[in-house]
């Protein structure tokens, strides 16, 4: 099925835009994101995908009820990796009171088993927020601030996290979206990272900062 329309699995939305799966019109995710100044093409032929991003990311939206029906969720993802897109892949996974004690399923599976990136969200409003972010850019105010912390996605320092070998602009937004600040992400042990981005990335990102460390 996601042979159909390889062309379109492949399609770039212009900026400010975003290319949605059809299933998706009547959602109260699709009214925050025209709050947020989206604009949405809506699409039928997307094959997994949810989400087409003009930053060339392609988002997979696992919501709590797929994780508690129970395995299902897994062909899901498979399928979406192998889907063959040259798009940057993210999962956004809900996170809730009823999925919590699965969370730790999915990120192994997803993040260790498949190296995809993953992004938890509350639901469909906290991801309708971090999707308008990521459709106009780095240019506004984080939709999404934690508390008092620090701007997560300043220019700057977005520009530097993806300096590291290894990461875009999706798996960029995943780490600031866990770490308020480049200090925290620079302090970050592997472990603290391997949840995140996996082994591989984890060391990749140990590395390059204290790399930096070391010669200032």
């Given at each position: 099925?996601?042979?159909?329309?390889?062309e379109l699995?492949?399609a770039?939305?212009?900026?400010?835009?975003m290319i949605?799966?059809?299933k998706w019109?009547?959602?109260?995710?699709?009214?925050?994101?025209k709050?947020?100044g989206?604009?949405i093409?809506?699409?039928t032929?997307?094959?997994v995908?949810?989400?087409?991003?003009?930053?060339?990311?392609?988002?997979?939206?696992?919501?709590?009820?797929?994780?508690?029906?129970?395995s299902?969720?897994?062909?899901?993802?498979?399928?979406?990796?192998?889907a063959?897109?040259?798009?940057?892949?993210l999962?956004?996974?809900?996170?809730?009171?009823l999925?919590?004690?699965?969370?730790?399923?999915?990120?192994?599976?997803?993040?260790?088993?498949?190296?995809?990136s993953?992004?938890?969200?509350s639901?469909q409003?906290?991801a309708?927020?971090?999707?308008?972010q990521?459709?106009?850019?780095?240019?506004?105010?984080?939709p999404?601030?934690?508390?008092s912390?620090s701007r997560?996605?300043?220019?700057l320092?977005?520009?530097?996290?993806?300096?590291i070998p290894g990461?875009?602009k999706v798996?960029a937004l995943?780490?600031?979206?866990?770490?308020s600040?480049?200090?925290?992400l620079?302090?970050?042990?592997?472990?603290?990272l391997?949840?995140?981005v996996?082994?591989?990335?984890?060391?990749?990102?140990h590395?390059?900062?204290?790399?930096h460390?070391a010669?200032?």
């Open positions: 099925m996601e042979n159909k329309a390889p699995l492949n770039v939305p212009p900026y400010g835009h949605c799966s059809d019109r009547n959602s109260s995710f699709i009214q925050g994101l709050g947020g989206v604009k093409l809506f699409e032929e997307l094959g995908a949810d989400f087409l991003l003009p930053n060339k990311s392609s988002v997979l939206y696992v919501s709590e009820c797929d994780i508690i029906a129970g299902s969720y897994k062909r899901k993802v498979v399928r979406y990796r192998n063959g897109s040259s798009f940057q892949e999962v956004l996974v809900e996170k809730t009171r999925s919590e004690q699965y969370f730790p399923a999915v990120q192994k599976f997803v993040v260790f088993d498949l190296g995809l993953l992004l938890p969200i639901g409003a906290d309708s927020q971090l999707i308008t990521m459709v106009h850019g780095e240019g506004r105010e984080n999404f601030r934690r508390k912390s997560l996605l300043d220019p320092v977005l520009a530097l996290v993806q300096q990461v875009g798996k995943v780490l600031l979206r866990h770490f600040s480049i200090q925290q620079c302090n970050a042990s592997p472990a603290e391997e949840p995140i996996g082994q591989a990335g984890a060391q990749q990102i590395s390059f900062f204290h790399k460390t010669g200032t």
